[in-house]
Structure formats: structure tokens, C-alpha cells
């Protein structure tokens, strides 16, 4: 009797942690992410072996900077990148601290890296480091979120899975690109 109590207080704690954790997530999003992953969406086209794509926006909803992966030309090129150099050449007196960055594929540690090292707050990305291994798409496997962590000299709230299964799609297509 004292066994089963104790194994169905532990599924208690193990199910509510997970609806936290989920209401919490939510919480995260915010009603305009939808439509910038969109506009990350639209850019993955320029490369659709490689639809790594990214948009950077202000808190005036405004875009500043939008990026696509250039790999071919440049190992470091990746969308994020794209996007961070070009806001920095368009508005080299940005508050970095106010912007949004949406990308179709969680960042790498190389790009997550560059958040911080720029100061972003915010990064909203769809499909996840796991689901890109999963399809044999190359990725060191560390977290964004872990990554903003570590990186305890900048304040950003790293939100996934936002219009992921779109983003999800590109990435699986893109096995067959040749």
C-alpha cells in the first residue's frame, strides 16, 4: 500500500511538472512570433538545401535585419549570422538588447554565441536541435536555452517550437534537394 502511494505521488509530481513547464512555455509566446517565423519561412526558400533563415526585429515590430544560410560561401554564414551582420551594417547604433530573433532551426552554439555576444534578448525558433539530428542534419548538441544560460553576462529568453511542424517541413525537404 505505502509502495503504490508513493509511485502515484511520484506520477503526480512528474505529470504536473510537465503541465507547468507547458502553461509556462505558453506563457512565452507572443501573438506577433507567428508572423515573423513566417517571414524566416518565406527567406529558407533563398536555400532550400539548407533553410536556415532568420529575422530580426525591434519593440516597435519592426524589421531590422533578415538573413539566410550562406554555408556555401562561408562555414560561419549561417542565417543568424546573415541577419545579425546585416542589422549591424543597416543600424550601427541598435540597442541590441531590444531585439527579437526568429529562426526556422534552434540556434547553434557558434550563433547562440553571437546572441549574446550582442546582447539579444529573445530568440523564437521552430524546429528544435533534436528533430535536426534526427533527419542527419548537422548540429552540436548543446541547447540554445543552456547556452543562454552559461552565458550569465546577457538576460535572453530562448521560446521554441513555434510554427515548428512548417519549419519541421523545410528541413525534411530539404534532404532531397541535391
Partial sequence: MERRTLLRNLLSTVVIGVVEKKIIANTLVEPDDESYMRRAIQLAANNPKYPFAAVLVDEEKRVVGEGWNRSVHNPTWHGEMDAINKCAAAHPKIDWTRLTLYTTAEPCAMCQGAVAWAGIKRVVFGSSIPFLKSVNVWAI???????????????????????????????RAALTVK
Wanted: with cysteine; aromatic share 6%.
Fill in 141 to 171: 548538441d548543446i541547447r540554445a536555452e543552456e547556452l543562454a544560460r552559461l552565458a550569465a553576462f546577457r538576460k535572453c529568453t530562448v521560446v521554441g517550437g513555434v510554427l515548428e511542424e512548417e519549419c519541421n517541413k523545410l528541413f
